[in-house]
């Protein structure tokens, strides 16, 4: 996660698809130390972290095993939150 939050504070994103259990830091803790806060997608196999994702905005929350229908509508929103790029971008990185 630390490596994360420097390559994010030095690369901007647009969005982010990120786990919330990490090793060190978790994933509320990442996005708290990003100087630009980019769209966020969380990605966990536990449900329990739902409400407090959707408190620091993130967009959506898919729980592993991400299916292709929850992944579509990620996709989807961040299309309407006018990123057409980044996600035209993420979908044929994750088709691939």
Do not use: C
């Amino acid at each position: 996660p630390e490596e994360a939050v420097e390559f994010l504070n030095r690369e901007r994103v647009d969005v982010l698809f990120l786990d919330i259990e990490m090793p060190g830091w978790n994933g509320f803790e990442v996005i708290s130390r990003l100087e630009h806060q980019p769209f966020v997608v969380f990605t966990t196999a536990y449900d329990r972290y739902a409400l407090r994702a959707f408190s620091v905005n993130s967009i959506d929350y898919l729980l592993k095993p991400v299916s292709t229908e929850d992944l579509d509508r990620a996709l989807t929103k961040l299309e309407r939150l006018t990123v057409p790029a980044a996600a035209d971008e993420a979908r044929a990185v994750l088709e691939a």
